[in-house]
C-alpha cells in the first residue's frame, strides 16, 4: 500500500497488538481524549511507552507484527523495527497495517512514562485492559505541545474538566 493510498484506522488492533506483546505503555493524544469524553475525531493512535530494553524489545516484536513503515519517509529508506533503533530515537511516526501509530518517548510538556504512568487510568478498551492518560496529563499535553489543533483541543478538555469538577 503506497502512503497515498487509504488506510483503515483500527485503533482496537493496535492496542490488541501491543497488549499481546506486553509492551507498557499509555495511550495518549487523540483516542486518549476521546475515552474521556471529547467528541474530536483522530485519525491515529499516540503512545507514550516506557524505554527499558525489555520494553522496546516487546515494542519492536509489536511493531514487525503490524508490518510497520515509517510515516512520511521515503519508501526506500531502509529501517528495522527492533530495540536499537527505538532506542536511538524518541518520537517515531509509523504507518502500519491498522493504521498510524505515534511512538513517543517523552511527549510534549511531560518526562515521559515514569511520569504519566502515576496518573495513568486502566479501563477496558475491546476487552482489553489499557492504561490511559488521565485527562489533567492530556491537558498539560495538549498545552506544551501548542500546535493550533492542540489549542483548540484544550478547549474542548478544558470544558470536560470543568464538567467533571462540577458538583451534581
Do not use: Q
Not at 54 to 63: D, F, H, I, S
Amino acid at each position: 500500500m503506497s502512503e497515498t493510498e487509504s488506510r483503515t484506522f483500527d485503533p482496537l488492533d493496535l492496542l490488541r497488538a501491543l497488549h499481546e506483546r506486553h509492551v507498557d505503555f499509555i495511550v495518549i493524544g487523540g483516542v486518549a481524549a476521546r475515552v474521556h469524553g471529547s467528541p474530536s475525531v483522530t485519525v491515529d493512535l499516540d503512545i507514550c511507552y516506557e524505554r527499558s530494553r525489555a520494553n522496546l524489545e516487546a515494542l519492536a516484536k509489536a511493531l514487525t507484527n503490524l508490518h510497520v513503515r515509517l510515516r512520511g519517509a521515503d519508501p526506500g529508506l531502509p529501517f528495522r523495527a527492533d530495540w536499537r533503533a527505538l532506542e536511538m530515537g524518541d518520537h517515531f511516526t509509523f504507518t502500519t497495517d491498522a493504521g498510524d501509530l505515534d511512538c513517543l518517548a517523552i511527549p510534549s510538556g511531560t518526562d515521559g512514562y515514569a511520569d504519566l504512568i502515576r496518573n495513568a487510568v486502566e479501563l477496558e478498551i475491546g476487552g482489553l485492559s489499557i492504561k490511559v492518560a488521565d485527562l489533567d496529563d492530556l491537558i498539560r499535553m495538549k498545552r506544551a505541545a501548542g500546535r493550533p489543533k492542540d489549542r483548540i483541543e484544550l478547549e474542548v478538555l478544558g470544558a470536560l474538566r470543568d464538567e467533571l469538577d462540577r458538583p451534581d
